[in-house]
């Protein structure tokens, strides 16, 4: 039970290729690496100890103002997230900047909270809030390397196309703007949502030979 | 706990109030808390600042940087002065990005002319597309550009990528981030104009 609870997110039932959660923000921070793994972690954090937090709340929380209860919750430690990566981690946050406020609004959050953390025991919904996010995790970097490195041939800040490759040092390489941009992360989000699919269809139907 | 209690008016309201009481002591509590912190690493990231527009990063700001006011209005000026004696004039600049305020610092050399050293920030620029003001692949190209053709102050214009070769009044702007790259350009313009009348009989 423990195990599928951590396992699943991260593949099977991902939040963004699977469940087509958190795509919005999956597009905003995936240009450089850096910063999306620094929003996967933040994101990891938020929706572990969410989860964690209303699952112990669960029996208490009225009906009528469950939404609001759970975003109260969100929102304090998304507020704490911003403030110690303010003091610890100032660049980090600059570079993340708007961003970090806007992990209240990514639907990953919500979703497991209603989905999970209300129906279960609170250790249950820190691993599901965790494997989340890091399901969240892994196809932001996964995005953000495509994107890093055809848009600006570097990889966390390193370059890793040689200079004078460049047209404008007399070669033959061009970085691709598109990759910049947001609608190629759209396009990328998708390939890599084509290539989830089709594994999990795979698997599906050597169950149903079985 | 029993559905209908759980659900009545009182109890929904008593929970709520409860629960947003404390949720504002635990965060005034973590501000107040990190503040110190917070603020020592925007005065340092500040000063840091200042000494990487006149090409000192990581070296003591007391020792090399004086802080003035200049002209009728006492507008803020940085004056640099580096180990060979000679000075340089470190302008403050303040602007509108896309989505926020930018700012920066200007160091002009003795002549009042052209351009010693240039830093960009900004507070909620996209990040890989206008934020991207904030490195030296932007600002080190500022190096050596004139403020003036001729005898007119023209200030720098911030053009596509790749048209500013020759040009000593433009540098090269940010491919996706047109909107930001503008912003630069008229908070040069703006942030020094009023500099300009008496600059240049500064001393």
Redo the contacts between chains.
């Keep these: 039970m423990n195990k599928r609870i951590f396992l699943d997110p991260l593949f099977k039932n991902n939040p963004v290729s699977v469940l087509a959660l958190g795509i919005c923000s999956a597009l905003?921070?995936t240009?450089?690496m850096e910063?999306a793994l620094v929003m996967a972690l933040s994101v990891t954090l938020v929706t572990g100890f969410s989860g964690f937090i209303l699952s112990l709340l669960r029996?208490?929380?009225?009906?009528?103002?469950r939404i609001?209860?759970q975003l109260?919750v969100i929102a304090?430690l998304v507020?704490?997230v911003d403030?110690?990566l303010?003091?610890?981690a100032?660049p980090i946050s600059?570079?993340?900047?708007?961003?970090v406020g806007l992990i209240i609004t990514n639907c990953i959050i919500m979703g497991r909270i209603e989905a999970f953390a209300l129906h279960n025991k609170p250790f249950h919904a820190l691993v599901d809030g965790i494997a989340n996010g890091l399901g969240y995790g892994i196809i932001l970097v996964a995005v953000s390397f495509f994107r890093e490195l055809f848009?600006?041939g570097t990889l966390m800040g390193y370059p890793l196309i040689p200079e004078n490759w460049y047209v404008?040092a007399g070669g033959f390489y061009e970085n691709n703007?598109l990759f910049?941009?947001p609608p190629m992360a759209l396009i990328v989000v998708g390939l890599i949502v084509w290539v989830f699919n089709a594994r999990n269809a795979k698997k599906d139907k050597k169950a149903w030979n079985k | 706990m029993d559905k209908n209690k759980k659900n009545g008016n009182f109890y929904t309201v008593i929970y709520a109030a409860v629960m947003v009481i404390i949720v504002a002591v635990v965060l005034a509590f973590v501000s107040e808390f990190l503040k110190p912190r917070r603020d020592a690493n925007i005065r340092q990231e500040t000063r840091q600042t200042i000494m990487r527009s006149v090409h000192l990063e990581g070296r003591s700001y007391e020792k090399y940087i004086t802080d003035t006011a200049a002209g009728p209005e006492n507008l803020p000026l940085f004056i640099c002065t580096l180990d060979d004696g000679t000075r340089k004039y470190i302008i403050p600049l303040e602007g509108k990005g896309l989505w926020g305020s930018i700012n920066g610092y200007l160091a002009l050399n003795d002549d009042f002319r052209t351009v010693y050293g240039a830093v960009f920030d900004h507070e909620a620029e996209t990040p890989g597309l206008g934020a991207e003001i904030s490195t030296p692949s932007f600002s080190d190209p500022f190096r050596g550009k004139s403020l003036y053709r001729g005898e007119t102050f023209v200030s720098l214009s911030v053009v596509k990528p790749g048209k500013s070769a020759g040009n000593p009044n433009a540098v090269d702007g940010i491919s996706g981030g047109t909107l930001t790259s503008r912003g630069v350009e008229n908070m040069i313009r703006e942030s020094l104009e009023p500099y300009i009348p008496f600059l240049r009989h500064y001393e």
């Design positions: 905003a921070v240009v450089k910063p029996n208490t929380i009225p009906d009528r103002i609001i209860v109260i304090t507020i704490l403030q110690v303010k003091a610890f100032y600059k570079q993340l900047s708007v961003f848009g600006s404008s703007g910049i941009l």
